[in-house]
């Protein structure tokens, strides 16, 4: 069983940089690819970030590419996102999410999700 715990939300000036850890209590963190997703507030959930389970792959969103960043370490079974260069736009609450298989774009195809987090970029 999967089970999916975000950390490392808060506020943030605009420019400033935030790094949500997600974290695993299952043993079998390293067979699933991880997801970062995003909501703000009336928009759907959309795609920032994605990596394969050995992490040797990672595909981005055009927003958020060149600024955040996805990494794992599955001995620690925990997938990060670390994000620079923070926008006002940037403000949702940001959700990690687990799939068998390879790394996915698509929210749909993601089996297991945590319960969010919130990061706040003020101007």
């Known amino acids: 069983q999967v089970q999916l715990v975000e950390s490392g939300g808060g506020l943030v000036q605009a420019g400033g940089s935030l790094r949500l850890s997600c974290a695993d209590s299952?043993?079998?963190?390293?067979?699933?690819?991880m997801g970062w997703f995003r909501q703000a507030p009336g928009l759907e959930r959309e795609f920032v970030a994605t990596?394969?389970?050995?992490?040797?792959?990672?595909r981005y969103a055009d927003n958020v590419k060149g600024r955040f960043t996805i990494s794992r370490n599955n001995a620690k079974n925990t997938v990060y996102l670390q994000m620079n260069s923070l926008l006002p736009e940037d403000t949702a609450v940001y959700y990690c999410?687990?799939?068998?298989?390879?790394?996915?774009?698509?929210?749909?195809?993601?089996?297991?999700w945590g319960q969010g987090n919130q990061v706040t970029v003020s101007s």
């Open positions: 990596i394969s389970w050995s992490g040797s792959s990672t």
């Open positions: 999410a687990a799939r068998t298989g390879g790394y996915s774009t698509n929210r749909a195809s993601y089996d297991y």
């Open positions: 299952g043993r079998t963190f390293s067979s699933y690819a």
